[in-house]
């Protein structure tokens, strides 16, 4: 089956969708969604967008927070890009009619939450649950569009390349999975657009759903699109600690609105930082980790009971109402909170406008590496860069779009698998395989890492990474084991990525490294993949 489009998106959350209906009008677009439209990072995105709206605020300011918490690896070109970009994106979200949280005082202007590392109020919320409103919108606008059709529970395999006129690689597509059919699809495109998210399940504790297995970084690679700084995973400081819900944020917003982290003893865990509780991420983490290896205790906690029950509960309602399903009424008592994965700094390498490198190929949002994070991303920033790459993505595809013929049109794979019929390992196997690759990575290459550590996750990784690869020649197609032979790929790319960074920065801190080096590191950290796929035309 081969379905056709000037414009194939791989993702549904802000980046894609804000794609797909910023280029709807010029051409038609495929949507593929891994599981429902909805089922993305950004429908759990809790805090907001940043952006400079308020009259005490600054371009500049924002400019300068950025910087700072990329600890010297951020572009300064492409951060002024998104910030100056930042306010024209949320007007016209204002207009699409995302229900922001407006100022009391003030109905017709957004209200303004604060975050760590940022020097102002300037973070766009609906509550505690902007992403969800975000996604509610952005799905429904794209559903009304003729140009535009969004396939559920359709898992793209591998992009689809062939030698262009000057022998060079073209992605011309994408062989998909379509879960409920239980068949191989053909998606062919003038452009292909990688917009699936992080990969969070790459480690055993993470705020991120079940799909974010790092798909569209591992098919972006294979098809032969640089990476680019994937040392620098962000481990979010506050994830609840909670038996019976292992992977549910406390968003930085608590700590923006006066939210105090303090041991079981009551003592302050950032006491010594002069930004306090709302220093960046990656130093909050860290002090986090380092309170918890001292005093041996399993978590630490939030604590905002100061404030008035009736703010936290109109404030936080997603929050409160979670945490009182399990028993805990934060206005009352401390949250349990620890560090946990969170969000994906490097990705494949993209330009100003969403271009890898490779003919046809786009990465948007947290696949991509735009230069904008740097070694550790300021908060809400992500939900702003996937906006604003969006836009310019688009406007680089529709020029590419414009002068690019449909490709050939391509058989389905024909993998040994197919044609043999043999049906897919145990579940056991792919379970223990998937369950061993999260636990060194966490043990290893996780918040505090070391030469040693990760040499010895490089050994075990090589071993699993090669009974992965046997199982998906040898196998039908297995949606398991798709995403297990793509978080294989990630962990591999990570390791490499923190092996060759001889130096602590950001979100990398290395026992055998502990000092920051600009005069040798002070770069991007670049892998090239020197053997890409390349799957022959019929």
């Known amino acids: 089956m081969i379905s056709k489009s000037d ?47 308020g009259t005490d605020d600054t371009l500049e300011e924002h400019v300068s927070d950025t910087l700072a918490s990329g600890a010297g690896l951020s572009h300064e070109d492409v951060v002024r890009v998104v ?17 922001f949280t407006a100022q009391v005082d003030h109905p017709d202007l957004p209200e303004l939450g604060r975050e760590g590392g940022h020097s102002h109020r300037r973070i766009i919320h609906a509550k505690d649950m902007t992403g969800q409103a975000l996604q509610k919108v952005l799905a429904e ?26 022998d060079s690689l073209r992605v011309v597509g994408a062989w998909v999975l379509d879960r409920e059919g239980g068949v191989v699809k053909t998606f062919l495109a003038k452009t292909v657009i990688l917009a699936t998210g992080g990969s969070g399940r790459v480690y055993l504790y993470t705020t991120n759903p079940d799909g974010a297995t790092g798909d569209g970084l591992a098919i972006g690679w294979r098809a032969g699109a640089r990476a680019a700084n ?50 960046c991420r990656d130093v909050v983490a860290l002090a986090i980790d380092r309170e918890m290896k001292r005093s041996g205790a399993p978590c630490v906690f939030l604590d905002v009971t100061h404030k008035p029950s009736a703010f936290v509960r109109e404030r936080f309602p ?58 550790n991303r300021l908060a809400s920033n992500s939900l702003l860069e996937a906006l604003v790459m969006a836009d310019r993505g688009a406007q680089a595809a529709r020029e590419e779009a414009a002068r690019t013929e449909f490709p050939p049109e391509v058989e389905p794979p024909g993998w040994p698998a197919a044609r043999l019929g043999r049906t897919p390992p145990e579940a056991v196997l792919i379970a223990h395989s998937w369950d061993e690759i999260r636990r ?62 001889r130096e602590s920065r950001g979100l990398h801190y290395s026992l055998s490294w502990p000092e920051r080096d600009d005069p040798n590191f002070k770069k991007d950290t670049v892998l090239f993949n020197s053997e890409p796929s390349l799957l022959p035309s019929a």
């Open 440 to 501: 060194f990575m966490w043990n290893y290459v996780g918040l505090v890492r070391s030469d040693q550590r990760l040499g010895m996750a490089a050994k075990r990784l090589a071993m699993v990474k090669n009974e992965i690869d046997e199982f998906f020649r040898n196998f039908e197609v297995d949606y398991d084991l798709v995403e297990v032979r793509n978080i294989a790929v990630v962990a591999d790319l990570i390791i490499r990525s923190a092996a060759s960074r």
């Open 83 to 99: 910030v100056n970009a930042g306010p024209k994106m949320i007007e016209e979200l204002l207009e699409l009619g995302v229900p």
């Open 230 to 279: 994937l040392e620098f995973v962000q481990f979010h400081p506050t994830c609840l600690y909670h038996p019976k819900l292992k992977n549910f944020l406390i968003s930085e917003a608590v700590r923006g609105e006066g939210g105090r982290l303090v041991t079981r003893e009551g003592e302050l865990v950032m006491r010594d930082h002069p930004q306090g509780d709302l220093a």
């Open 141 to 166: 606008d794209c559903l009304k569009n003729q140009n535009i059709r969004i396939h559920e529970l359709h898992l793209a395999l591998d992009l689809l390349t062939v030698k262009d006129k000057d």
């Open 318 to 375: 997603k929050i409160y109402q979670t945490c009182r399903l399990l028993g805990l009424d934060i206005a009352k008592e401390p949250i349990p909170v620890v560090p946990a994965a969170h969000y994906q700094c490097g990705g494949l390498l993209v330009d100003a406008w969403s271009r890898t490198g490779v003919k046809g190929l786009y990465a948007i949002g947290e696949v991509s590496a735009t230069g904008l994070h740097g070694a």
């Open 7 to 53: 414009y194939l998106v791989i993702g549904s959350g802000i980046a894609g969708l804000s794609f797909a209906r910023k280029v709807a009008p010029y051409g038609t677009v495929n949507v593929l969604a891994k599981k429902t439209a909805c089922d993305t990072n950004t429908n759990l995105a809790q805090g907001g967008i940043a952006a400079v709206m």
